[in-house]
């Protein structure tokens, strides 16, 4: 049987682990896409490919010479974007999308978020007496907070920021997680936090912090994510697979 050419849109830890289960199983041609974001991106245990395709008509164009069959879309939830153009050109190109994409965090009792839609609204929220954030919303999206320059910033990400993009009073820390719960408290007590920032990414790699945060009764000021893409989801790599293994069969 000829395998199935399969796209994964990664950049997450469910597109490595989806990438890993696939590994070895020859019903599936997988190459997993990367944009290419990150300096040093953990090398994939499948084939790979880095960079953008040139927007929606790119991709689509690229499914069709690369006869890929399925396409998963396991892009960050932040990466609107590139979810869009693969609705778009799945649509264009004829290929069945599932998007996999884990479930947003949920405050708990004890949790004192505050939920805002962006990053100039975060950066609002902070008020306007100075105070010392922990900022881990990545590396790209930092200029909002030049807006409110009497804080102390605490970023930490995966790269180093671009300068220009900076607040003036800015402490860099350059680490990838998972990050385990002991550690994130005692990095907020050691750094004299009083807010954090964060996207609702999900997941279990960096949720340490909101559990450090809960536990020193700390506010997190909670960035809501962008509006879901339209397409079948699921959000386990389990589901994915179970969804991929179905595809398969029904082609054979
Ligand atoms: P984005 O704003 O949605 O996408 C910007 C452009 O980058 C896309 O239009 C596309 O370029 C290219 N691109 C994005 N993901 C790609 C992929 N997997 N393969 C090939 N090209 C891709 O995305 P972003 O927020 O910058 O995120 C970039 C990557 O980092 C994504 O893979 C995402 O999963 C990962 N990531 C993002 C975040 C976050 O907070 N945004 C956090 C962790 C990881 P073309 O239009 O030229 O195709």
Redesign the pocket.
């Known amino acids: 049987m000829t395998p199935v050419k399969l796209l994964i849109?990664?950049?997450?830890t469910e597109?490595g682990a989806l990438a890993r289960a696939l590994v070895g199983d020859d019903r599936f041609a997988p190459v997993l896409?990367?944009?290419?974001?990150?300096r040093a991106p953990v090398a994939p245990p499948i084939p790979w490919?880095?960079?953008?395709?040139?927007?929606?008509a790119?991709?689509a164009a690229h499914l069709a010479e690369q006869g890929v069959a399925l396409m998963v879309d396991?892009?960050?939830?932040?990466?609107?974007?590139?979810?869009?153009?693969a609705v778009a050109a799945a649509a264009q190109a004829g290929v069945p999308l599932l998007v996999l994409r884990r479930p947003p965090w949920v405050a708990v009792p004890g949790d004192r978020w505050q939920v805002v839609a962006g990053m100039a609204e975060a950066a609002a929220a902070l008020g306007p007496l100075p105070r010392r954030v922990f900022l881990t919303?990545?590396q790209?999206e930092l200029a909002p907070f030049q807006a409110a320059p009497q804080h102390d910033y605490v970023i930490r990400s995966v790269d180093p920021p671009a300068p220009a993009t900076l607040p003036p009073r800015t402490r860099l820390i350059a680490a990838r997680g998972p990050f385990d719960a002991a550690a994130e408290h005692a990095l907020l007590v050691a750094e004299g936090i009083e807010v954090l920032v964060t996207?609702n990414?999900g997941g279990s790699a960096v949720s340490a912090k909101l559990d450090a945060a809960r536990r020193l009764g700390l506010p997190v000021i909670m960035v809501r994510r962008p509006p879901a893409p339209e397409a079948a989801t699921v959000a386990t790599v389990e589901a994915a697979l179970a969804w991929l293994y179905g595809r398969a069969s029904a082609r054979a």
């Open positions: 849109l990664g950049g997450t597109a896409s990367l944009a290419g974001a990150t490919r880095l960079g953008g395709f040139g927007g929606v790119g991709l396991a892009t960050h939830p932040f990466a609107a974007r590139m979810s869009a153009h919303i990545g790209k996207k990414s």
